[in-house]
């Protein structure tokens, strides 16, 4: 006869959920100083081909490159040239330029939505740097400076935005949703993380044609919450995938913060190791910390040696989008407080520091980005903005899947313009 299950015990104490609170409120003092940063030039640089057992320190503690000193530290110093380190505050200064811009536009009314990455420029910028201009990207909708560093045109990014009849996504991609094939730039999806098996595969696709092209994946850290991350790791791991998953950690995700997705318990990097997957955790306020660890976990991949999962630590800085009030749910105190600082401004100390920048080319530089952006913002303009009307003819929402047009579509299409012609008069009512 079998045991008796175990009689219940009815003095069991009450079990209890925990709910995530994030740290500060509206209003509230904001102190970061329970966060461990480490000091600059602390973590070690081990060989790209290592186990990752062996480094699982790297997930925990933060690579940092630039001190305090504005001078750099330490083995994970990427030793660029002045010319490159210069090019990288180019482009980060292009990208707050134009997010500026932007951001005006939909409060002006131009566009109906835009994202800013202010605070994160250099998770974008740095690693697109690292990466070979032909290695596939598969970004979310904050890395912008992807694009401006791989050359794209920036009235083609306005008209996008615009929606407009320049657009080259034909109006079919909320505003900001790029794609060019030309850049290697994989088109953004809004399914959050949708993007890092498409990464995998990918880069599963690159090694079994025995091409030599990696692929980079970003994802916000409350994506991670998402079971698409998960899956990408374990085919990442399982075939030993030449790919990057980037994990941008900027504290929230709208007005979640990141203990949601888990950011009490463990580090997102940490998320890594469990799969088997070299994780390295990054100051992602440090341009320099951002290019030491894309560029390693390039090498990485391109020698065989497998993916790498990189949490870039930082901090969103401003609303998650134009449609995003954050004075209703964080501390204004906390941008201010923030302990890895402004990426821009550090990079530019340490092109100062170094002798190499002053504060008046520095200047001379914004002004000519923010010349550039009205410039070709009134371009861009004359193909149209939100509610002009100068946007792709209707019949194009069709097109473009079969080669050709099947019959039931065409008809769908024609009725839909006989119906905008019924009730507007014209197919093209607001312009
Ligand atoms: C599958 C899915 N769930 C929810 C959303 C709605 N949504 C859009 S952005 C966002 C927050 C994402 O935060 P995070 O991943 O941290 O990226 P961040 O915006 O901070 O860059 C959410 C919940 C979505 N687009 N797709
Ligand atoms: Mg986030």
Known sequence: MAEPAKPADTNRPALA????????????????????????????????GVHPSQISGLAYGLIRVLGDDNQVHGPW?????????????????MVRAFDERMFRGQRQGKTSFYMKCTGEEATSIAP?????????????????????????????MINQIYSNR??????????IMYSSRAHSFFSISGNLATQCPQAVGWAMASAAKGDSRIAACWVGEGSTAEGDFHSACTFAAVYNAPVILNVVNNQWAISSFSGFAGGERTTFAARGLGHGIAALRVDGNDALACYAAAEWAANRARGNHGPTLIEYFTYRAEGHSTSDDPSGYRSAQEREEWPLGDPVTRLKKHLIAIGEWDEERHAAMDLECAELVKATTKEAEKNGILGHGL??????????????LPWHLEEQAEQAIR??????????PFG
């Open 17 to 48: 959920l925990h709910v995530p609170e994030p740290k500060y409120r509206p209003g509230d003092r904001a102190d970061f100083s329970h966060l461990d940063i480490g000091q600059p030039g602390d973590q070690p640089r081990p060989d790209e």
């Open 166 to 175: 320049a657009d080259k996504l034909k109006g079919r991609q909320l505003p």
């Open 77 to 93: 110093n990427p030793r660029l040239s002045p010319d490159t380190l210069r090019a990288m505050l180019g482009h980060m200064a």
């Open 391 to 404: 946007h792709h003819p209707f019949h194009t929402m069709f097109e473009d899947v079969y080669e050709e």
């Open 128 to 156: 697109a740097m690292a990466l070979a201009s032909d290695d596939m990207v598969f970004p979310s909708y904050r890395q912008q400076g992807i694009l401006i560093a791989r050359g794209y045109p920036l009235l083609d």
């Open 419 to 428: 119906e905008r012609i019924t009730k507007f008069g014209t197919e093209r």
